[in-house]
């Protein structure tokens, strides 16, 4: 192979020189998408920020926001056939943009810290659901509070670390390819069921009506920053993790159709997700801004209420576990990757140093969801929530602003790459160097509160 293999930051989730079939890569990209970003985050910051309106935002930023900055980062990847940091220096030869990849490398870093709590709440859930003790008490709300209020998540989370690390020694991501064509189409159809159920209930019409009709008054300058935010955690964008992708793909693969088909499938998910949280939560009365613990809360309610509703919740709760985990490993991979090349170490000792941080930072994480450490605030925000709000909302929108200005104005060659064509170019390049930079750079000094300082 080229010299690229030689180089130890390369050492990619799969096997540099391994490239995806068009349709394997679209399944894969569609793996990194879709995780608790659309399951859990999607419905309870939907929730939290004013519900249809707020998905109109959100959808919105997919368009304008989130798919330019996907295309840039694919043919940043292909086009450079590196890592987050070093295809931006094979493409540029400056030193100043292979750093700013370390802008995702800390968000990788940030977000696995807290994504591993979450996903360890769901493995503990898939086992009460199937063991059918989930059911045995109906206060959801209680019994989500008393977990999250001990020291249980903490163990949890260290299972899900566990997993990943051994999961990234082994290499064996091309399964993990392979597993995600499985995984996301039987998600799907689990979703759908639930779907027609939840729609079935008993003033589940509210439910629908809250998510799907906008009421604007119900914005605030926040609600854009948040919509954003989100549309980039849930696309996997700004933190390297689709530069990686995009060096797997094939020379003839166009990256403009293979982005919208992630886009739509990545939204499809978010609005299954919706249309069964929102019509279950107004249907047994349960309150849709109540954060993180949400679709913890709500969905327990949903299965006890169907038929083998121990059985289906289980499968759910596997199966969100499974597709947390193929988004928790591409996370893992970003600072394992650095870590490697930075301190010339080999990937045994940089993942398990790297796991170790990790896990260092999700324990205070994990204690502060009504846990020991609920008391500790920063900027009126617990431990969990400013990890995430300065990875989501700051770190990845600097690291898709990175991306966009390097595809716009530093490497010419990035139209020609993406294999856009006649007016898709056109309306991407406007995108890409007007349009997006200035929203992402707008959003982000108004909800900052510096665009104030500035103006005033
Ligand atoms: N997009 C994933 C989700 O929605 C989270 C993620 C973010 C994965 C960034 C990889 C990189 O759950």
Redesign the pocket.
Known sequence: MNKQQAHPSDAGPSNPGDQFSKAGFIFAAIG???????L???PYITGKFGGGAFFMLFILCLIIIALPVLIAELAIGRGGRGNASSSFYKLSGSKFWAGSGLIGVV??FM?LSF?SVVAGWTVYYAVKSFSGSLFSNPDYNGQFEAFTGSWSPVFWQFIVLAICLFVILKGVSSGIEKFNKVLIPGLVIVLLFLMVQALRLPGAGAGVEFFLKPDFSKLTGHSVLEAMGLAF???????G??ITFGSYVQKEQSLGTASIAVGLG?LSYALIAGLIIFPTTFAFGIEPAQGPGLVFVVLPAAFSAMPFGSLFGGLFFVLLAM??LT??V??LE?PTAYVMSRWNLSRKKAAVYTTIVVFALGVPAALSVGGVLSDIHIFGKNIFDIIDYIASNIL?PLGGLAGTIFAGYVWKKAGEEAGLQGIWYKIWRFLLCVITPILIVLVFLSSTGLLDWIIV
């Open positions: 990194s998408a879709v995780g608790l970003g659309n859990w985050k999607f968000a990788a977000i994504y955690f849930s696309m996997s964008l700004g933190m993790a689709m990545n597709a947390a988004s928790a591409s996370l970003v990845l």
